[in-house]
């Protein structure tokens, strides 16, 4: 496989997924917001109507929350079962099969361009102002990025030698619903755990989000290293596994 | 001349379970130490091809032709033995792996084409050419589900054989579409060896295969049987497969090769 090749076989194959997942919907693209609004006005409601949070501008603290939530979990599924769901293009066609779970990261991260714009047109609603913190946002995110890309090359080759991996996945994404700052905030969760709390790098891409777009200001030095470090050997790890398993592939598909 | 491929005693071993995909398999396994018993898909293959020639691979269901163009493709790594490869290899497996029938025609044949490792430079001058070749003008707008099945496999054949490689690995798909359009396929695929590229050929002998193929290879439960110039290698063949050979019929094994256990 030649270098010149590598980005034109990602993108189309990115453009593949976005153009099978929109074509035969009449609604298209507005599907990928429907979700988060709709989860947006039911915590909203309960959290403002019934329990009474006094977290201010909550539809657009839940967004924050909510939607890099449903981009990880959402791209680490996806993910996973990227390998084992092509078998024709690991076992008959000399592609890097490394590219399988980097496309279903990339292309969830199409759809959350789509959904952060709900997010911008929030902060203009509530009439936020909009600082050179922003400037973080590319960071934080390219940090995430890695971090998913490492665990879904480890999750996704796993998978193909183990078919239950994609029930694990499933329940810790059930799981980590209540380990997001998404409905609750993170003043809330005692001192004595909020270290170790920052360390889940959903969590911490969660508050380092609420820190530039609620908070106006640059995210806590601490965060931004337990997220540098858990993304590095994530993807370190994530290489590590895949290139371990990767000649079983073709036996196991 | 010089080597195009070279292979040293190669040997794939596959195991009867296929693969443990199931948790409690897995930990079975794991906690009896037993591992699963194998047999030899490919035994102690060796040959050499050099620039200019070309390769058939004959032999019945199940003998290990398959097996064998994934390893040459790189796809599976062989137990034991090496193999050598010079240039860039292309597949011609499995037509059309990736199409989606709700993309346009365009639009499949870009994705398969970078699939199958052109660049974008080379879609962009040879899209007229592959469209002009499988004989779609017209069509290429149109999602690939209201293509016939006839429609599908001349595109995927055309993006296929335009993506050239200095070896390209043939499995099976020679009887693509009506004759005339199989005898413009031949042609292709005569001119790209004219060309220098190798080709290695799954496939029924006939006389189309004896004119792409100067070699070929016999195997028979994953050993070699034979291997010499295309001639030689098809007599011995068809005259074993026809019963005329009660020698050879006697003397080869009607199983593969186990994995002592």
Known sequence: ?253 | MSEVIRAEHLSVVYRSRGSRKLLRQYLQDRLTGRLAEGFYALHDISFTISRGESLAVLGANGAGKSTLLAVLAGLLEPDAGRIVVDGRVATLMELGSGFHPDLTGWENLRLYAAILGMSRGEVRNQAEKIVDFAELQGYMDQPLRTFSSGMVLRLAFAVAVHAAGDVILIDEILAVGDAAFQKKCHRRLAEMRQQGATLVCVSHVSGMLETLCSHAIWLHHGRAVRFGPYRDVTSAYTAFMNGTDRHLWDALPDSPVRTSA
Not at chain 1, 19 to 45: C, D, E, H, K, Q
Not at chain 1, 125 to 148: D, R
Not at chain 1, 197 to 202: L, S
Not at chain 1, 216 to 230: D, I
């Open chain 1, 1 to 253: 496989m030649r270098r010149s090749n590598l980005s034109f076989v990602l993108a189309e194959l990115i453009l593949k997924d976005f153009r099978v997942r929109y074509r035969n919907m009449s609604l298209g693209v507005f599907w990928s917001l429907l979700n988060p609004l709709t989860m947006m006005a039911i915590l909203t409601f309960v959290f403002t109507k019934v329990f009474e949070s006094r977290i201010p501008h909550y539809p657009l603290y839940v967004l924050c929350g909510l939607i890099p939530y449903n981009f990880f979990t959402l791209s680490w599924v996806t993910g996973t079962v990227s390998i084992s769901e092509n078998p024709p293009l690991v076992k008959r066609v000399p592609m890097q099969t490394a590219l399988l779970p980097l496309v279903s990261v990339l292309s969830n991260t199409l759809h959350l361009c789509i959904q952060l714009l709900l997010v911008f047109a929030l902060v203009l609603w509530y009439g936020l102002p909009v600082t050179w913190h922003y400037l973080w946002l590319p960071v934080i995110w390219s940090l995430e990025l890695l971090f998913i890309y490492g665990l879904t090359l480890a999750s996704s080759s796993l998978h193909v030698l183990i078919r239950d991996v994609r029930y694990v996945v499933e329940s810790v994404n059930l799981v980590l619903f209540w380990l997001v700052p998404i409905f609750y905030s993170f003043a809330m969760v005692p001192q004595k755990y909020r270290s170790l709390y920052e360390f889940n790098p959903v969590a911490a891409l969660v508050l380092a989000t609420q820190h530039v777009i609620l908070g106006h200001r640059s995210p806590p030095q601490a965060l931004m290293w337990k997220m540098t470090v858990v993304s590095a050997v994530f993807m370190g790890l994530g290489a590590f596994v895949f290139f371990r398993l990767k000649r079983r592939f073709y036996r196991y598909l």
